[in-house]
């Protein structure tokens, strides 16, 4: 039997999409059938959400830190206008905490057969591929009592690329490998293959560089300059095993150390040298190998800005084949990697000998300022204790690094700010010293 009358209206209104009223209105249907009716009009003129058609635009990558736009294309086929609220739904880390509500929700108004562009800021707070969820449009009548929901899958994909915080301090250091390349005029002695020029000796250069034969001819002692040699090999290898995962501060350990790979890249690439990468724990995780100058750094940033820790020893015999595989003969091979004894002796120190017989090796680690701190605190027996601990992990971090130094490796241990310019100072001094 057909309903007819308010029997009818409120059947009809009971078929309506779940949600579409607000709670408040249930009570006030039953008995005022214009308002029934009004609300009924309204949701038939609203416009349907199934037909819209979505594109996207905008940024594909953003350094962490900063902001990216990504645009969204609401094209409305219909014959009825769009008046509608929208939702870009993001992963939470998408933005900063608390401002979420403000950058995914928009307001649009679309005449038929037209369409609008919307812009979604978004603003990361971690590194990695951040994935665009789906969109969410709730389209209204004219009279704002009702509307039709629906939800749309539109892909896109931003990655957030490592922050390089210390790019600030590549000037300075390239200004100091001008100087070991006699491009000023300030010559730093080295001993490298290319003959430079002779200069007077001073106190401190190495006698093995005085010109014996030049020195006879003259007065003075005369002493050989070189020009440090180009074209060397850079292999760097970032270990994202467990230990990569520990946090120093507000700082990952494995983000300190990107950042010191990306500082050491730009300056060894500058200086003419070829450079590698190699993510790995247990398996390679990333690999950059055989980039031109140009393309290098870019390479890199994208590489390093998915990478995760992975909660896994470091297989340092299997590091240690990567190694040996990518580097040829005479490289210089940087780890950046912890210097907790326990991985250093079990992991590392049992296959040094195959590194260091082809290669120079340079260690470099993050230090957690936290624990020098811990070294001063006194006035309470837990400071007295918190001191000791502090002190201990120090002579442990200290024999570590004298093991390695033992085997002929140079150590680099910095907190998370001084990691950087403290290796890209150790990769200068290789140089002038004429190890590599």
Known sequence: MALTGRTALLAAIGSLPVGILAPSWTGMLAVNAPLSLAILCDYALAAPVRTLRFTRS??????????????????????RRLRAQLRDAWPPSSWLPGTEQAASRHKLTIPAGERRRVTTVLRPTRRGDRHAERVTVRSYGPLGLAARQGNHEVPWTVRVLPPFTSRKHLPSRLARLRELDGRTSVLIRGQGTEFDSLREYVPGDDTRSIDWRATARQTTVAVRTWRPERDRHILIVLDTGRTSAGRVGDVPRLDASMDAALLLTALASRAGDRVDLLAYDRRV??????????????????????????LVETDGRGLSSAALTHAPRGSLIVLLTSLEAAPIEEGLIPVLPQLTRRHTVLVASVSDPHTEAMTKARGTVEAVYEAAAGTQTQTQRRRTAEQLQRHGVTVVDATPDKLAPALADAYLALKAAGRL
């Open 58 to 79: 905008g940024d594909t990558s953003v350094r962490l830190g900063d902001a990216a736009d990504v645009h969204l294309t609401v094209a409305n086929p219909s014959r």
């Open 285 to 310: 995780r990333a690999r950059v190998q055989g980039r031109s100058a140009n393309d290098l750094l870019p390479a890199v940033v994208n590489a390093l800005a998915p990478l995760e820790p992975e």
